[in-house]
């Protein structure tokens, strides 16, 4: 008969899983033997749990299928928290295995021993402790339904070690129920027709598209209302991707790094229409300053949304995709929706002064962030790609200059601000999509917190391009430091002696540098080209700034544009 371990990996074959990245440990031992023979799922393995987390994350955003991964109990369980919780704070499902010490001695502090499902009840969708081995394939296949029906996120299951050495004769189930587990995917009939009547009427409508508009791949819907009525559209961190941004009607992202032209737009609208957004403190900034005039329509799959951060004229509960279809099919039954012209030419006025980074900067004696964000996007508009960045400037600089045409094309950590998340997030994706060129932009802070997954991205031939906004700082915490505590910069200065190019070497990829403007263009086309992966310290500009609203200010208040 077969043990609890083996049906955990027959059940994740029956889920489809091709890859799972963990680290190995005492307690899930009887996996990691039943995986030792197996050829249809590959175990990646990882130099640090969290680097694990964020690979499955980073596999899950690019491909939309669960990312799975695994680690012994007590550290390694703990290890994998910052990656889950930047999951769950991002709608991303993942499913977390961890090992656990024998019923037996549960609760008795016993060796490597924590209170996992404690631990992760917070920060996941849903929690498992299996104690019975004929119950673990029920379990997969239930976690697996949990982390992708309705609002995506992560799962955690929790396998004592005797569980998974017991033999059962249980199968793993066709189907299965979870009690509870009831999503609304189309939004009610009588709210649609007031958000279109409300649409239809307005003189000057927004559409903010946020991360659920990605998620329920609804970018056809949001194209089709976004110019029917002529409306721009606005994007969350999230939400990059679900609008291409070289559309007429863009406007880049909003909120505190967001565009003049997306938080003035925000600012001025009678109607906003916000999809699959959660209103979150960075991208409305003072809430009562937040689309002042503006009647509110708020779409979104997870009711517990609607109402939570700003109250809603009408609220539509239901799937972004759904929602939108519903809402052109009511407007198209219009006989007729309001002229205009001249919010129009207002949205055109706005976007003049949002241009890219400029193409000609030989002549300046730094190279700008801005410049990077230029050279790569020069390098990748035709080409299949997905970016993925760390947390800090390198992210807002990429947010906000970086045009984005694609869904699933631009990752990165939003709600928790994960330091350490885009190197392992962009090996995860590059598995995800090995047909693209996947593209890492990290600070030099954030690439040393997880710099030991080159080994990972080195040993499983994972050819991941990084590029490191190197300024010798924590350049986001310097930036606050500057603009709000006198200049005084504590602690967020880094060692100067640390060599990026011989650190990358040493993990056997290729290390390059650049400080030089001229020969920007060339070395980015250099570390493309290169096999295996490569990793660009770019040493930029100290001290500049990306532009940004004040903690707690109205989006109108920005500083540096």
Known sequence: MPTGARLLVEALKDEGVKYVFGYPGGAVLPVYDEIYDETDVEHILVRHEQGAAHAADGYARVTGEPGVCMATSGPGATNLVTGIATAYMDSSPVIAITGQVPTSMIGNDAFQEVDAVGVFMPITKHNYQVTDPADVPRVVKEAFLVATKGRPGPVHIDLPKDVQESETDAEVPRKVHVEGLRVVTRGHPRQIKRAAELLAEAERPVILAGGGCVISGAQRELMELAELLGAPVATTLMGKG????????????????????????????????????????????????????????????????????????????????????????????????????????RIEELKREVEMPPEDWEEEARVSPKHLVRALYDALKDVDHVVVTDVGQNQMWMARYFPVEEPRSFISSGGLGTMGFGLPAAMGAKVGAPEKEVVAVLGDGGFLMTAQELATAVDNDIPIKAFVMDNRLLGMVAQWQRLFYEERLSESVLDERTDIVTLTEAYGATGLMVDDPTELDSVVEEALDTPGPVVVDVMVDPEEIVPMVPPGGKLRDLIGD
Not at 278 to 296: N, W
């Open 242 to 345: 679900a609008f291409p941004e070289t559309h007429p009607l863009a406007l880049g992202m909003a909120g505190m790094h967001g565009t003049k032209a997306a938080n003035y737009a925000l600012t001025e609208c009678d109607v906003l229409l916000a999809v699959g957004c959660r209103f979150s403190d960075r991208t409305t900034g003072d809430p009562e300053g937040f689309a002042p005039d503006a009647k509110v329509i708020h779409v979104d799959i997870d009711p517990a949304e609607i109402g939570k951060n700003i109250e809603p004229d009408v609220p539509i509960v239901g799937d972004a995709k759904s929602v939108l279809r519903e809402l052109v099919k009511e407007l198209r039954g219009r006989k007729s929706l309001r002229e205009r012209t001249k919010w129009g030419e």
